[in-house]
Nanobody, 118 residues
Framework: QVQLVESGGGLVQFGGSLRLSCAAS????????MGWYRQGPGKQRELVAD???????KYADSVKGRFTISRDNAKSTVYLQMDSLKLEDTAVYFC????????????WGQGTQVTVSS
């Protein structure tokens, strides 16, 4: 059974930092590209950051220079370090796992709330 369990969300002040973690189980982590998405109030879900199985990263323009995605294959975990947080970063953050070949193997975590206060 595939499970993606996010943690690390919470309430933080403007300009602060948080580190999200997503622990994967039930999948061969090394053959999955991993991503962080978010969905703010009244908004559609959007890609925040992505890291391929080979470690290539990409970011949404809105978070470039502030967020860093990384992965630890030995721990089957992907991280999102979020610095210089802004009010507009408030959202539910979701972890995503996508098999590098099989498009149907696409999984989501349940999400973790991040709230940035002024």
């Amino acid at each position: 059974q595939v499970q993606l369990v996010e943690s690390g969300g919470g309430l933080v002040q403007f300009g602060g930092s948080l580190r999200l973690s997503c622990a994967a189980s039930g999948v061969p982590f090394g053959v999955y590209d991993m991503g962080w998405y978010r969905q703010g109030p009244g908004k559609q879900r959007e890609l925040v950051a992505d890291i391929t199985s080979g470690g290539i990263t990409k970011y949404a323009d809105s978070v470039k220079g502030r967020f860093t995605i990384s992965r630890d294959n030995a721990k089957s975990t992907v991280y999102l370090q979020m610095d210089s947080l802004k009010l507009e970063d408030t959202a539910v953050y979701f972890c995503n796992a996508r098999h590098i070949i099989l498009d149907t193997r696409n999984y989501w975590g349940q999400g973790t709330q991040v709230t940035v206060s002024s």
